[in-house]
């Protein structure tokens, strides 16, 4: 499958144009060190104020809603200026302008003050460290859908596993990759238990269910869900209304995908692909049409005529102008030798559906030329040989690959005495195809009855089990005796 991502990356641990507007003020790292180790206590009851401030800072972050997490950060930081969180975020802001000297006297506070704190901040600082050619290979492989080679680049870029800024893209990509999908799905699960307002998180691992039929349903259930929230930005309604789509076309057009089109159609009514896949489903036949008519065909594989005739006709009786129906009892028609009925049949299912009348010309055309070999073989019975030849000349014109009827002509001059026209015919037929058993045998034939019993024996012996037999059979009985002096005699 070929992968249809790779968003600028935007996670909750970077910070852009909004905060570039805060102003930091920065200890040196002594006096650092010092109040580190006597940190004020936060003032009772404004904890909890602190937390749901650095909440809102994240949630706004996973909407890129830069300014406002700015915002809500500046009222944390004048609450609690030296709060692990305040400067977990603090931190990462510094990483991402790539101030790594401010980024690293901070993870040095948080170290000595929360250590967790630290780890995460020390994970944003070694991802920013990442650029250059090896992760550019690594999307160029996945935009191009060669997701499984760019998780092995991603391995040697984060031997210990992703940084937090590249886990969404990481896991991303191994979703997108058919043998490390559960993989990637479940790592793309783990970030949303981490950080249950990482909108980013959640748009790809609701894209990446819809990849599986197992899980799809569910996919395109959250990713409505998330069409739903108010406060996405421009680029992840896009993102959410682009997966959704696609996934509404893996899904098969019949009457129980109306309330998935439905669903869509009510954010976007006039989507066009959407509504013409919706017609595609209301005017589909019914399920138990459609499972009439593949009996039908699977027994028509099997060679059970009567079964399959049956289960065509069954679902003729309740749609008689069932294109597959009919053409399927065309086909049944056409195995039976009822050449006429048969190309009726197949006329009718060309007709009712134009655009798939391909199928179903290449069967008539096998239907008409049945039909021409049961008259051919029936006026030769009969020993109407005039007629035979001219219908088998007629028909060459039109379809001069049928090296059968070329057989029967020369095989009727043979009857008829015309010996010399016979054996070029044979020796035409043999030059072109020189297996071909039915010529092997006509020309065989007719040299051994002519006496040249040696030039015989070489064709019938290119006969598949027949070697010297055929000439001893010739001998025997089937041919007059041959001349005296004669090949053989």
């Known amino acids: 499958m070929k992968a249809r991502f790779l968003p600028s990356i935007q996670t909750s641990a970077l910070l852009l144009s909004g905060l570039s507007q805060c102003v930091f003020f920065w200890l040196p790292e002594d006096a650092q060190a010092q109040q580190a180790a006597t940190l004020p206590a936060i003032p009772a009851g404004q904890g ?16 890129s809603q830069y300014d406002r997490a700015a915002e809500t950060l500046a009222q944390a930081r004048q609450i609690a200026p030296q709060s692990p969180g305040v400067l977990e975020i603090e931190g990462e ?26 780890q995460n901040l020390d994970s944003v600082m070694r991802g920013n460290l990442v650029s250059g050619p090896l992760l550019e290979e690594a999307r160029t492989l996945a935009r191009s859908g060669k997701a499984t080679e760019a998780v092995r680049i991603y391995e040697r870029l984060f031997p210990s596993g992703p940084p937090r800024g590249y886990a969404l893209e990481y896991y991303q990509v191994m979703a997108a990759s058919k043998p490390l999908r559960n993989e990637g799905i479940a790592g793309l699960r783990s970030l949303i238990r981490t950080d249950h307002n990482n ?7 609701a894209e990446a269910l819809t990849w599986n039929e197992d899980t799809r349903l569910d996919g395109m259930k959250r990713l409505q869900g998330l069409a739903g929230v108010t406060a996405l930005s ?12 696609t996934a509404l076309y893996w899904v098969p057009p019949t009457s129980r995908s109306i309330p998935l089109y439905d669903a869509f159609l009510s954010v976007l009514p006039q989507d066009h692909d959407v509504l013409e896949r919706r017609h595609q489903a209301e005017h589909a036949p019914s399920e138990e049409l459609a499972q009439t008519r593949t009996e039908g065909f699977q027994a028509l594989d099997r060679g059970n005529l009567q079964q399959a005739e049956s289960d065509f006709n ?10 597959d129906a009919i053409g399927g009892l065309g086909l049944v028609r056409l195995r039976q030798g009822r050449s006429d009925e048969a190309t009726e049949l197949l006329n009718r299912a060309s007709q009712l559906d134009p655009a798939e009348a391909t199928r179903w010309t290449k069967a008539l055309a096998g239907s008409k030329l049945a039909g021409t070999y049961h008259r051919v073989d029936s006026l030769i019975a009969a020993g109407r040989y005039n ?5 088998a000349v007629d028909t060459l014109q039109l379809a001069p690959d049928q090296t059968s009827l070329k057989v029967k002509i020369a095989d009727m001059d043979r009857r008829q005495g015309r010996t010399a026209e016979a054996e070029r015919d044979y020796r035409s037929i043999l030059a072109s195809e020189p297996g071909n058993i039915a010529a092997l045998q006509g020309l065989s034939g007719l040299l051994a009855s002519d006496g040249r019993l040696s030039e015989a024996q070489v064709f019938a012996q290119r006969i598949p089990g027949m070697g010297n037999r055929v000439l001893n059979y010739l001998r025997a009985g089937y041919l007059p005796p041959p001349p005296p002096g004669a090949d053989g005699a």
């Open 199 to 205: 909108i980013a998180a959640q748009i790809g691992y």
């Open 314 to 323: 069954r679902g003729l009786q309740t749609h008689p102008d069932d294109v």
């Open 93 to 118: 802001w510094a990483a991402q302008k790539g101030d790594v000297e401010a980024s690293e006297r901070v993870l040095k506070t948080l170290q000595k003050i929360n250590p967790k704190s630290a």
């Open 387 to 391: 007629e035979a030849r001219l219908l």
């Open 234 to 245: 421009r680029e992840q309604r896009t993102s959410v209304m682009r997966a959704w789509r």
């Open 48 to 63: 909890e104020v602190v937390e749901l401030l650095l909440k809102q800072t994240r949630y706004w972050l996973g909407r």
